[in-house]
Nanobody, 128 residues
Framework: QVQLVESGGGLVQAGGSLRLSCAAS????????MGWFRQAPGKEREFVAR???????????DYADSVKGRFTISKDNAKNAMHLQMNSLKPEDTALYYC??????????????????WGQGTQVTVSS
């Protein structure tokens, strides 16, 4: 019953930046695990980043090695949304980016099949 809508994708040159946003509706997702995944043509959907609720208004963030140090995931609980700040973009970052969420965190947070709700995706294209 959670609806997710991504935005912020576009075309940028290598080295540029984009900020993706994911707006949730239907339920409050402040304590939900939320993740970003991407899929390039002919490839499987892969994990990019996630943030999981722990306790006491704290969150645990995790990143794929390929984006660590360049991408930053964040949650805006007041707006029931999350963001992915992408810096130093590379052509290999080109893909359709999806946001996803599920009620509980687990050791499967990097597995896309464990997520309950998905957005429609937003295209990110990085040119050289």
């Amino acid at each position: 019953q959670v609806q997710l809508v991504e935005s912020g994708g576009g075309l940028v040159q290598a080295g540029g930046s984009l900020r993706l946003s994911c707006a949730a509706s239907g339920r409050t997702i402040s304590t939900y695990t939320m993740g970003w995944f991407r899929q390039a043509p002919g490839k499987e959907r892969e994990f990019v980043a996630r943030v999981s609720w722990v306790s006491g208004m704290s969150y645990l963030a995790d990143y794929a090695d390929s984006v660590k140090g360049r991408f930053t995931i964040s949650k805006d609980n007041a707006k029931n949304a999350m963001h992915l700040q992408m810096n130093s973009l590379k052509p290999e970052d080109t893909a359709l980016y999806y946001c996803a969420t599920k009620p509980y965190g687990s050791t499967l947070d990097r597995n896309p099949t464990s997520y309950s709700y998905w957005g429609q995706g937003t295209q990110v294209t990085v040119s050289s």
